[in-house]
């Protein structure tokens, strides 16, 4: 998660809804078999310190993530940009697709993630 999130650091330049990122996260989940429930998922016997590691760049690549949603929400947006962003928006849903644990609601509160599920939602639904 941690190299994710980097990668988007660095190719980005602040705005995830550029081809570079489509075409990294294409690849990345290209060569997922199939999603875990948690991130943490198979981590059993690594230790408390490694789950933590984990954890925190979990955490900062969906941080990443849900921070430019934010800063985009309510912008216009070409039609190329527009393509991104509903890409970066699915591979977002899919990392926030896990069983949420006790210990990460505090993380779920601050990043607003009810109110986000929300946004989307009302975005997706088109009045005629």
Known sequence: YMFAAEMI????NNNPFQ??????????FAYQDK????????????????????????YTLVRKL???FKLSH???MNSKVLQAYDFIQC???????????????AFVNEMQLPQ?????????????
């Open 116 to 128: 986000l599920f929300l946004s989307i939602a009302k975005e997706t639904v088109k009045m005629r």
């Open 74 to 76: 309510g912008q216009e």
């Open 35 to 58: 999603f875990a429930r948690h991130y943490a998922e198979g981590l059993d016997g690594c230790g408390l310190e490694q789950e933590s590691k984990v954890r925190r760049a979990y």
């Open 91 to 105: 591979c977002l849903l899919h990392l926030l697709d896990v069983d949420w644990q006790p210990y990460d609601l």
């Open 19 to 28: 081809i570079s990122v489509v075409l990294f996260f294409r690849e990345m």
């Open 9 to 12: 650091r660095l190719i980005s």
């Open 66 to 68: 849900v921070d430019a």
